[in-house]
Nanobody
Framework: QAQMVESGGGSVQAGGSLRLSCAPSQDFSYNCVGWFRQAPGKEREGVAALSTYYSATAAYIADSVKGRFTITQHPANSTVYLQMNNLKPEDTAMYYC????????????????????WGQGTQVTVSS
């Protein structure tokens, strides 16, 4: 079954950095990759999304991470990265990568319902 595969989570102190990676487990069609996170007791929220067709441009960045997180795509393959700098304890969560094919009725953004392929998640823990 096609899915996304994440890596790169871990534990860091506040102010530190981590880079998450995400790649498809097999070939399938998609044009948007998003990163989501879910902390215990909270709803899943969109963190960042990238349109993989249009020069791999960032399509969405949550206000809570703007200026600290960057989403990019490897220039030679399908790997998408989430570079997280100046991490804060409130960034602690399970981070999920997802992919979807956005047609005329969907936007490459933060709506998890638009993404059909998900990963198992990678834990990020930030201590103060």
């Amino acid at each position: 079954q096609a899915q996304m595969v994440e890596s790169g989570g871990g534990s860091v102190q506040a102010g530190g950095s981590l880079r998450l990676s995400c790649a498809p487990s097999q070939d399938f069609s998609y044009n948007c990759v998003g990163w989501f996170r879910q902390a215990p007791g909270k709803e899943r929220e969109g963190v960042a999304a990238l349109s993989t067709y249009y020069s791999a441009t960032a399509a969405y960045i949550a206000d809570s991470v703007k200026g600290r997180f960057t989403i990019t795509q490897h220039p030679a393959n399908s790997t998408v990265y989430l570079q997280m700098n100046n991490l804060k304890p409130e960034d602690t969560a399970m981070y999920y990568c997802a992919a979807g094919y956005m047609d005329g009725g969907s936007v490459c953004g933060s709506d998890s319902a638009d993404f059909g392929y998900w990963g198992q998640g990678t834990q990020v823990t930030v201590s103060s």
